[in-house]
Each structure stands twice: as structure tokens, then as C-alpha cells.
């Protein structure tokens, strides 16, 4: 199992989240966070805003190619835009349902 983690732009990831459920991945947990990348901000006249708002999206699969590729082709807003966000994936070693105590997916 894989643990795949999205920051977008908070205006992209109700698309995104829209079509990975369209994709057969209907299981998103989504939160508000803060931060910034590489640019280190954004600089606008004299003023920089280093805690930019996004939204990561978390999703356990067993298979990521084609979820990447979704994220991918629905968060990014241009060719080289800063700012459209990362994906990282991590290993999951188990999950478990609280409410029935099964484990797996």
C-alpha cells in the first residue's frame, strides 16, 4: 500500500478530488495547510507572503501511476507555473478499520 500525498492550490483540488473519484478512488481526506516551496513565496512591491495557502490531499492506494497522472494533469495550471503544488509517496506498512478492526484497504 502507498500513502500519496497532494498540496494544490486550494481552487484546483475540488477537480482533482472530483476526478480521482470519478478514477475508482472515492476515499480522500483533504485539509488546509500552509506553507511555501522552493520560490520561498511570493514577493508582491516590498511585501513577501512566505505561508501560502493550499490543500493536501491524503490517499492510501495500491497502485499509484494513475492516480499521480490524474493529480498531475487536473492541478496544474500551466507549463512550469510555481506554485501548482508536489505529490509525495510514501509507504504504507498497514491500515486497519476502526470500525470492524479489518485490516487492508
Not at 30 to 34: E, S
Given at each position: 500500500?502507498?500513502l500519496?500525498?497532494?498540496?494544490?492550490?486550494?481552487?484546483?483540488?475540488?477537480?482533482?478530488m472530483s476526478?480521482?473519484?470519478a478514477?475508482?478512488?472515492p476515499?480522500i481526506t483533504?485539509?488546509?495547510?500552509?506553507g511555501?516551496?522552493k520560490?520561498?513565496?511570493i514577493?508582491v512591491?516590498e511585501?513577501?507572503?512566505d505561508?501560502?495557502?493550499?490543500?493536501?490531499?491524503?490517499v492510501?492506494?495500491n497502485d499509484k501511476?494513475?492516480l499521480?497522472?490524474?493529480?498531475?494533469?487536473t492541478a496544474?495550471t500551466?507549463?512550469?507555473?510555481f506554485?501548482?503544488?508536489?505529490?509525495f509517496v510514501?509507504?504504507?506498512e498497514s491500515?486497519y478499520?476502526i470500525s470492524?478492526?479489518a485490516?487492508?484497504?
Open positions: 500500500m502507498l500519496v500525498r497532494a498540496i494544490v492550490r486550494p481552487e484546483k483540488s475540488g477537480a482533482v476526478e480521482l473519484a478514477a475508482g478512488f476515499a483533504k485539509m488546509d495547510v500552509f511555501r516551496g520560490q520561498k513565496g514577493t512591491g511585501v513577501t507572503y505561508e501560502i495557502p493550499k490543500d493536501m490531499l491524503l492510501v492506494c501511476d494513475d499521480v497522472k490524474i493529480i498531475i494533469r496544474r500551466g507549463q512550469g507555473t506554485g501548482d503544488g508536489r505529490i510514501s509507504a504504507v491500515a478499520t470492524t478492526g485490516s487492508g484497504l
